[in-house]
């Protein structure tokens, strides 16, 4: 009888518990991937989305936050960032330029970042070791092609520096972070940089991320992507000034649809001087959408005209790029651009990677990265963001409750005391 009794003591218990560790609810859930666009409701437990649909019940929830006015997406997928901080290195791209991932992920909307090859064969590991695995922001990584990465441009020219071997390796050691081979800044009419990274890439089975570095005439921009780049590969700083665009018919360079028939992907990578409207306009008005829309962050992009992700994705949509197009390129379409077809999107049993935008009317002015600006009616500002379902940003204190409904020792920790002042 006790043990009957005790079974059902726990069975009531069980019963008890909430069904749901967290209720989003009401906000309008646009999620590109699994053509959601609707007012619904979304519920998560144990990191992971557990129901998706209108007025989900409330009492199963441990937590509801009231969401409504607010456009929920998938976390963002930010695929060029710089994140090598920890070199010391004074006006280095791997070091003072670069930024702490968590410091400026969660606030933007941001839940997965790629560092865009700040770190080369001979120091990954140790950009591993002091940022990556310590990040809570979802991160991974392009090796660059060039040994010592991003320490300075210099030693991104020296071709006996650039081991595909050596990369491969240690992709494949790091084939849980790794998500392909990068070149940047060269500046010799030569393509060894593109040539050797392009080797790397075969050897690890993995894509190549180029940002062309200094145009030349023998090294046009076209015969990159129409002739060098493979399937998968990615041009980045896909409207900086000086990528050909417009033809005197004033029509996109048919180059460039070639190029994307290929399989070459065209990344934002806005940074601090490689986006330009004169470029980006036209293409968007001709209906040549960016593959990914990602920032270059840096601390010298992100305190210029590029700013931040929502930001860079409010200029697609004062450009005129649909709306459900600019949060796709920015989520589930980046994270195929890395390989990461798991990510950005929620579906029940997806990561709850998950960010809540305001999406502001009124009248905006947009910068490129040479002072060009547009204006737009619209841009999004990020109010909340949830990490495998835990709440990492949140502007409006949703999460919060009324402090005078809290009691009168609120916020003392266990083993603590208020001790008032001797009456006199």
Known sequence: MRTLLLAAMLMTAANAQPAWDLLLRGGRVVDPKNGVDRVADIAVKDGIVAALGPRLDAAK?????????????????????????????????????????????????????????????????????????????????FINVAGLGMVSNTVEQHPEEMNPAEIARLAKKHADVVVGVKTAHWESGEWTAVQKAVEAGELAGLPVMVDFGFFKKERPFWELVTKKLRPGDIATHCFRAPVPWIGEDGKVYSYLNEARKRGVKFDVGHGGGSFAFRNAVP?????????????????GSMNGFMMDMPTTMSKLLAMGMPFNEVIATSTYKAAAVIGKNDLGHIAVGA????????????????????????????????????????????????SGKDYKLLGPAYGVREGEFIVPPPKK
């Open 61 to 141: 929830a441990a937590k509801m936050l009231d969401v409504t006015g607010l456009v929920v997406t998938p976390g963002l997928v930010d695929i060029h960032v710089h994140l090598f901080h920890t070199t010391g290195i004074k006006d280095a791209w791997a070091g003072d330029s670069s930024v702490r991932p968590d410091d400026f992920s969660f606030r933007t909307g941001v839940t997965t970042m790629a560092d865009a090859g700040s770190a080369g064969w001979r120091n990954f590991e140790t950009f591993r070791h002091t940022v990556l695995d310590r990040a809570r922001t979802r991160v991974f990584a």
């Open 283 to 299: 293409a968007i008005a001709q209906g040549f959408y960016p593959d990914s829309i990602s920032t270059d962050l840096h601390t």
């Open 351 to 398: 990561p709850a990677d998950i960010a809540a935008f305001r999406l502001m009317e009124g009248d905006f002015k947009f910068g490129d990265s040479d002072a060009g600006t547009v204006s737009g009616k619209q841009r999004l500002f990020c109010e909340l963001t949830l990490r495998e379902g835990a709440v990492v940003w949140d502007w409006n204190a949703r």
